[in-house]
């Protein structure tokens, strides 16, 4: 699931290549993506302003009107050449730019990523913005303490509700927490003026080098399927191309085999020879 640095990057790649570009069409491809009630239709002919990222949410300005765009574990937001009238049977939707499109589209059956077309006044008050915690890049001490410790809970729990601090996940929640060598079942109304301190240099350094690194890996072209070249080979922690479930794998010495679980084995989960090592 990508979290802050990931969406980021990418709000950032689309903005640089779709703003001022004019809108020709938009199309709602499955209906339960556009979770409001305004024909996406609506932004026919308007320019995009700018595309940018609060929390996990990547928000495509088109002047009065806000496309916010959740992508959930398998949705994919990307640019491809305009082809088939039909983008496809993973498309969400799409926004036409003449050569090109501005796709959504999800891997596997589930439809979970996402789209809201909103005014500015529903824009200040859809839920999963306007109730986010502060964006912790940059968030000192005081801050962070000020967002987590009250209510209280265990840290690495309430460092990944968007509510308390926006954009953070379960793979930089273990980051940042192994950075600041803090516990990740710590109660945070029990750590020192030092530990918070500790949290706040460690997020800084986590998720600015995450960013710097999605910043160079991650491209706005949307891949097809047939640019994967293989479904499962080298692509443990993939997303499965057919239910979209993340892979699984076994690790020998010189090389490792990918399965899906939900797929292959009824859910079975192999042991791991790399990871039973670690833990023996
Ligand atoms: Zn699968």
């Not at 239709?41 to 990222?53: L, N, P, Q």
């Amino acid at each position: 699931m990508p979290e802050l640095p990931e969406i980021q990057a990418l709000a950032e790649g689309l903005d640089r290549e779709l703003t001022g570009v004019r809108v020709e069409s938009a199309v709602a491809w499955q209906a339960a993506t556009l979770k409001t009630s305004r024909p996406l239709s609506e932004v026919a002919g308007a320019t995009i302003t700018g595309v940018r990222r609060r929390g996990k949410v990547i928000i495509v300005d088109l002047g009065p009107r806000h496309l916010a765009i959740h992508l959930m574990s398998a949705g994919r937001l990307g640019l491809r050449e305009t082809g088939p009238a039909r983008p496809g049977r993973q498309a969400g939707f799409s926004l036409e730019l003449g050569e090109r499109r501005l796709l959504l589209t999800e891997l596997g059956r589930k439809r979970r990523a996402t789209a809201h077309l909103l005014d500015d006044a529903e824009l200040a008050e859809h839920a999963p913005v306007a109730r986010l915690g502060p964006e912790p890049l940059g968030l000192d001490a005081d801050g962070w303490r000020t967002a987590l410790s009250a209510p209280p809970g265990q840290l690495h729990s309430v460092l990944r509700r968007g509510r308390r601090v926006a954009g953070i996940g379960r793979c930089y929640a273990s980051e940042i927490m192994w950075a600041a060598r803090l516990a990740p079942f710590r109660r945070t109304d029990g750590l020192s003026p030092e530990e918070w301190g500790r949290l706040a240099e460690a997020a800084d350094t986590v998720l600015s080098r995450a960013l710097e690194r999605a910043r160079e890996r991650i491209t706005t072209a949307l891949p097809t399927r047939e640019e994967r070249l293989t479904a499962v080979h080298q692509h443990y922690g993939d997303p499965c191309l057919r239910c979209g479930a993340d892979l699984h794998r076994v690790s020998f010495s010189e090389w490792e085999l990918v399965y899906c679980a939900r797929c292959q084995t009824d859910g079975k989960v192999y042991a791991d020879r790399r990871m039973s090592r670690l833990l023996r």
